[in-house]
């Protein structure tokens, strides 16, 4: 309950931000093809313009962009509050704190909505890290909310290429957060390389050439639909493949598949603590995580399978081979790289 107490109000101060954002007007140093650089005050913003006012208080009038210097989105426009309104979450993120580094993000896109339309405005790189955050937070639900609501659409027609990778991925997670599996799975299907040939023998498809960090995400999610089919067997594969590729690239994603891996150990219908096999490969799994992440940072349920797990003894030659016949001399040594001349002795 607290959790989507949590959701609800964060998705509520994103929803509510133009009628109850706390900044009336922002302070801005505009650079304009025609008529230098006023400084003053932007109090509102379109998909035309912005109301520009050049003292405090007194009401503006809107300025067409195509006025203001600079190509596409990156207009000269210049926000006095920026540094110090984006410091304390920003701190929170590069703290790993996300689930805070959400809230704090949050306050920034609701405090000042009155400038979210701006291209490469703070505000909007707040809304985007909002949804960064709940995703690395695991709070897809929250997330999802967020990217349904009209507001999101900013993070798309105002930030510039840099973060439109990052946010394609959001929607993924987004997606994951509605429970939308059918929607994941076909949107997921469209980075998967085409199934023929020699690839139709694969369990799982394979995706398309991407950076090591995305394809995991890409597999663990494909994992969670796979999951969500009772297709354990190609989940499970897919959450290694995770993890393989995260490590190096993203930890916090290696840790969330080996996480889920273990899970799916575990609710193997055939998992027993007699059998061996199964128990070996979760303890194997288990082992990693500890030295990797620490044992602590593990759920409790899983934290007794952190041990190595036993090595497997192939049996000795000799047991292997028929056994020789009792009276039987022994087989002649060999030696070993003989020099000629002494072979043609014998």
């Known amino acids: 309950m607290k959790r989507f107490t949590t959701s609800f109000t964060l998705v509520l101060a994103t929803l509510t931000s133009t009628a109850f954002g706390q900044v009336k007007e922002t302070a801005a140093f505009l650079s304009l093809n025609e008529g230098g650089n006023p400084q003053g005050y932007v ?3 379109n998909a035309q313009g912005i109301i520009f006012s050049s003292a405090q208080g007194r009401p503006g009038q809107l300025l067409p962009y195509a006025k203001i210097k600079g190509e596409g989105l990156d207009k000269l426009i210049r926000f006095e509050e920026r540094v110090e309104a984006l410091g ?3 701190a929170l993120f590069a703290a790993g704190d996300y689930a805070a580094a959400a809230t704090a993000f949050g306050d920034v896109a609701r405090n000042y909505a009155i400038i979210l339309s701006v291209p490469q405005s703070f505000a909007a790189e707040a809304l985007f890290y909002q949804m960064e955050s709940l995703k690395r937070s695991g709070n897809y639900a929250a997330l999802a909310q967020i990217m349904e609501a009209p507001v999101s659409k900013v993070v798309e027609t105002n930030l510039g290429e840099r973060y439109q990778k990052l946010h394609e991925f959001q929607k993924l997670w987004a997606k994951l ?3 939308d599996m059918d929607g994941l799975k076909a949107a997921i299907a469209t980075y998967e390389e085409p199934v023929v040939g020699d690839a139709k023998l694969l369990s799982t498809p394979n995706f398309k050439k991407r950076p090591p960090a995305e394809l995991a995400q890409l597999a663990y999610l494909r994992a ?4 969500a089919a009772d297709e354990s067997a190609k ?6 493949r995770a993890f393989t590729l995260a490590s190096g690239n993203d930890d916090l994603m290696a840790k969330l598949a080996m996480g889920a891996a273990m899970v799916s150990h575990k609710k193997d219908p055939r998992f027993s603590p007699d059998n061996a096999r199964l128990v070996s490969q979760l303890q194997g799994l288990a082992y990693l995580y500890s030295k990797r992440f620490g044992k602590d940072t593990m759920p409790e349920e899983f934290q007794e399978f952190a041990v190595r797990p036993p090595m497997v ?3 000795p030659a000799a047991e292997a081979a028929p056994a020789a016949e009792e009276g039987a001399a022994p087989a002649p040594e060999e030696k070993a790289d003989a020099p000629a001349d ?5």
């Open 43 to 45: 109090q509102g913003a």
């Open 224 to 227: 969670k639909v796979y999951d």
């Open 235 to 240: 989940a499970l594969e897919d959450y290694y």
């Open 313 to 315: 003894r192939l049996a």
């Open 88 to 90: 304390e979450p920003r």
């Open 177 to 179: 957060g509605a429970n």
């Open 342 to 346: 002494e072979a043609k002795k014998e």
